[in-house]
């Protein structure tokens, strides 16, 4: 059994940490009420504006003239990968990475040359883990938390679009984590571009557009893909928040767990320490008589 200083010490060393995980957790708490909010009064504008463009799209019965509509034989892909710049929040990260590799292999499978598959990556933990395996990051966004707003959303779509309108990609997809509540987090995998048309879209009578289909549309798509965009980093930093403080408040019931288990073993052996000295004294005291 360890000595009493041995165990004092590890106590002492565990309370300390239970100190950190228990701030981090009440930071956490904080930023995901924030982050939360932001994602909820979100949602449904961006949902409804993909549903709109979807609806427009079925409407016009396929005769429209816009390249970010039409499927193209894939060759070149791009993977925008979205994961966080700190860690300590479980398997956030690793989920994220997982489903990309997959999304690369499947690729591989169907032919697509390795050197043909990019990576737009968001957060310092998914960019270390792509590089170190040799994937062709070629954009690494580190700052983006910092200033996560429509406009920067705005300016990621539209290179994003120049990129696919000058054939540089024929597909791009964003792999994130969609928050559900702060310990549940949804893998998600979605199409950028080509832009798809939503499941539940169906014609709904006849449209009057103005000033005309192809203006409205126009201004429509960029609206629409910029949503995809924003609401992606708005659900992957929410996501992160809750999953570090679901993390941080599993590692303090732990810490928790083992300084009780600590203190029942350093009482154990406070206890067996008296009695050998008793014992001791007992023994001198029958040596001294004999």
Do not use: W
């Not at 997982?98 to 598959?117: E, F, M, P």
């Not at 954009?139 to 996560?148: N, Y």
């Amino acid at each position: 059994m360890a000595n009493l200083k041995e165990i004092r010490t590890r106590i002492s060393s565990v309370k300390t940490t239970r100190q950190m995980t228990s701030a981090m957790k009440m930071v956490a708490a904080a930023k995901l009420r924030k982050a939360q909010n932001a994602i909820t009064q979100l949602k449904p504008y961006a949902e409804k504006i993909h549903q709109i463009t979807g609806d427009l799209l079925v409407a016009s019965r396929g005769d429209i003239d816009n390249s970010f509509f039409a499927a193209r034989n894939t060759k070149k892909v791009l993977l925008i990968v979205i994961t966080s710049n700190r860690g300590l929040c479980g398997a956030f990260n690793s989920n994220v990475e997982k489903i990309t590799l997959d999304t690369i292999n499947d690729y591989k499978k169907q032919g697509i040359d390795a050197n043909n598959i990019h990576l737009y990556s968001f957060g310092k933990v998914g960019d270390k883990a792509l590089k170190r395996n040799n994937f062709n990051v070629v954009v690494s966004d580190f700052d983006i938390f910092d200033k996560l707003t429509y406009d920067y959303a705005l300016e990621i779509t539209l290179k994003l679009m120049e990129e696919f309108s000058k054939g540089t990609y024929d597909k791009i997809e964003i792999v994130y984590n969609s928050f559900k509540n702060a310990a549940t987090q949804i893998l998600t995998k979605e199409q950028f571009l080509p832009v798809q048309i939503p499941e539940n879209s169906v014609i709904k009578g006849n449209y009057l557009y103005e000033p005309d289909f192809d203006t409205v549309l126009d201004k429509l798509v960029p609206e629409s893909l910029t949503m995809l965009i924003y609401k992606a980093l708005l659900d992957s930093y929410a996501a992160e928040h809750g999953a570090r403080m679901t993390a941080m408040h599993k590692a303090t019931d732990n810490a928790t767990d083992l300084i009780n288990d600590l203190t029942l073993s350093y009482n154990k052996a406070r206890q067996a320490a008296i009695t050998t000295e008793i014992l001791e004294i007992v023994g001198g005291a029958e040596a001294l008589k004999g």
